[in-house]
């Protein structure tokens, strides 16, 4: 049995509300790994988009679906998250993720920046479906520094609970800078 990650636990929160035939978007691609996991809960019927400004990260999360033949479910796209709503329309999305950070390996001066992040979690809120839920996996500390937690938290801490359930885990005995899982429905009106 290998270790249980913070990944598995956001995975394990949206397999229990997302289903077959969902728009879903990764807006986060990295090596591709959500992705695929969306593309999996989503299933033949269901759509993907996934996001990503640097390109061993666009190609790495290309031949991972092509890898697992899902490349007709996922769709990578080499933009900022910043712009999806040029992509996605207005309460028409089921699930969106954000795995915040850097890509492991990759370029770490191209990690997700608070300024953008807090762009795209606005225009995500948007997008959602009624219903939908908005996953962020956000990390702090190391060469990223507090901004983006700092930026994040008290925004969405601050949503409409009218509009917004919004669900904040914590590590309870991890020191140091553990991820900080939070969840966010966008209320049925
Ligand atoms: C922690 S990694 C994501 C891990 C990924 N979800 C996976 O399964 O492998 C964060 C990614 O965010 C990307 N990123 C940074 N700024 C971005 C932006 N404005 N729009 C889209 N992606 C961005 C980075 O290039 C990096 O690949």
Redesign the pocket.
């Known amino acids: 049995m290998r270790r249980f990650t913070v990944t598995d636990f956001c995975h394990q929160f949206i397999s229990s509300h997302i289903s077959e035939g969902s728009f879903c978007i ?10 695929e996991f969306l593309c999996r809960l989503t299933g033949d019927s269901g759509k993907v988009l996934a ?4 390109e061993q ?1 666009v190609t790495s999360t290309r031949k991972r679906l092509d890898a697992h033949q899902l490349s007709h479910i996922g769709q990578v796209i080499p933009d ?3 712009h999806l709503d040029q992509y996605a329309a207005a309460d028409s999305v089921d699930c969106i993720m954000f ?6 390996g ?1 370029d770490h001066a ?4 608070p300024d ?1 992040s807090l762009t ?1 979690i606005k225009k995500s809120l948007n997008c959602l479906k009624p219903g939908g839920l908005l996953c962020l996996c956000i990390y702090s500390g190391g060469d990223t520094g507090y901004a983006e937690r700092d930026t994040i938290l008290p925004y969405i801490k601050g949503l409409d609970p009218r509009e917004y359930l919004v669900i904040i885990s914590s590590y309870a005995n991890r020191p140091g800078d553990p991820p900080i899982p939070a969840f966010i429905f966008k209320q049925v009106r």
């Open positions: 990764d807006a986060t691609a990295g090596n591709g790994h959500d992705t996001f990503d400004i640097q990260a900022s998250h910043a795995n915040f950070g850097y890509l492991p990759g191209m990690a997700t920046r953008t795209a």
